[in-house]
């Protein structure tokens, strides 16, 4: 196996490899392969490719005799990436280099790779979630406004100004709503590729909070509710000021809907093992808190905790924001038994210098 890939050893390769020589025959099989195929390497060495790695295309077909490396087109290089069988329906993915001495030259090597299906299975179940989840969220409010809006333009007269203003609020709030979805899709995306944008600017955090508290408390909530500690020599915040109120109005958002009693928010200067100066904010309440198998699991797209409603898309955003700034954010217990928040932001520096 040495022999086959000089100057490392193949049984550290994250990916399954396996090297057929210029008669066929497999000199290199590494652990990676033999744990993805099911295949112990010893019995691969040595054999012909056909007999070691007995793969099979989606319609029975056998691969390496359709696909013919050696003995096929001289200008063809190797095969893409695909979805291939092996004996019980087993499936790996596939892709090979042909190694020629000359470009049109006989075939010395064929390199082999081998993936397992698990992560693109786990990757397309969740794009199919998403795509599930969004065309529910956005059924509900676009019925709701294509009904109203219907109704009013067939029968106006009929209704009082006060019910025309009642159906015209509904139609914006669920308008809203659909718009709120629509932002939070195109974050997903931003956060995925890394194209995610922070325009730090100075962020006067303690004024945040206060504004998210006081919105809170203009739409019913009890001023008694909300507890703010906010502590002194706060060092300079530049952040995406945007994107911080988004990250603050989630956290209260939850904190106010599925916790109980006082929801505190603390603001502290926090100091890193690598001395970076930074400002940790901590959002807490007193209700049932969250269980621990699921704590592992909070910033995880659709989670929603044990109450329903909403995406569960928006913990995964503040997550994706707080890492964009450089920063942590961490879930627990709070002192109150509920659920603690707390993320941490490093001073950072002006977009002009960014």
């Known amino acids: ?53 007995p793969l099979e295309d989606l319609k029975g077909r056998r691969w390496w005799q359709l696909t013919d490396p050696y003995g096929g087109l001289a200008t063809r290089v190797g095969q893409p990436e695909r979805n291939l069988l092996l004996p019980g329906n087993r499936e790996v993915l596939v892709s090979a280099r042909y190694v020629r001495e000359a470009p049109t030259g006989p075939v010395r090597r064929l ?43 067939a029968k106006w007269e009929r209704f009082t100004d006060d019910q025309k203003r009642l159906m015209l609020e509904t139609v914006d709030a669920d308008a809203n709503r659909v718009t709120r979805l629509i932002a939070e899709l195109l974050d997903i995306s931003r956060i995925d590729s890394g194209r995610l944008e922070v325009r730090r600017q100075p962020v006067d955090i303690a004024a945040a909070v206060g504004r998210h508290v006081q919105a809170h408390t203009a739409g019913g909530q009890s001023p008694d509710r909300f507890f703010v500690r906010i502590h002194r020599r706060l060092p300079t915040l530049w952040a995406d000021p945007d994107k911080i109120d988004q990250v603050l109005g989630n ?72 890492e964009a700034h450089g920063g942590t954010i961490t879930v627990g217990r709070g002192p109150g038994g509920g659920a603690e928040f707390r993320f941490t932001l490093p001073v950072g520096a002006p977009a002009f210098l960014t």
Not at 9 to 35: M, Q
Not at 124 to 149: D, N
């Open 251 to 322: 956290l209260l958002e939850n904190a106010v809907r599925h916790g109980e009693g006082t929801v505190t928010i603390e603001v502290a200067p926090a100091i890193s093992k690598s001395d970076e100066k930074g400002t940790t904010v901590t959002v807490s309440d007193e209700g049932p808190g969250i269980p621990e198998e699921s704590m592992g699991r909070v910033f995880t797209r659709f989670w929603r905790g044990s109450k329903r409603g909403g995406t569960g898309l928006g913990l995964y955003i503040v997550k994706g924001i707080v």
């Open 1 to 53: 196996m040495d022999d086959a890939c000089p100057g490392i050893d193949p049984d550290d390769l994250p990916d399954g490899l396996v090297v057929a020589d210029e008669t066929g025959r497999v000199i290199c099989f590494n652990a990676a392969a033999a744990r993805i195929t099911a295949i112990p390497g010893a019995e691969a060495l040595g054999r012909p490719l056909e007999q070691a790695l």
């Open 111 to 153: 390199v082999i790779c081998l993936r397992g299906t698990e992560a693109r299975r786990r990757t397309e179940r969740s794009h199919a979630e998403l795509i599930a989840t969004v065309a529910h969220e956005l059924r509900s409010p676009l019925t709701s406004v294509k009904g109203f809006t219907a109704t009013l333009l």
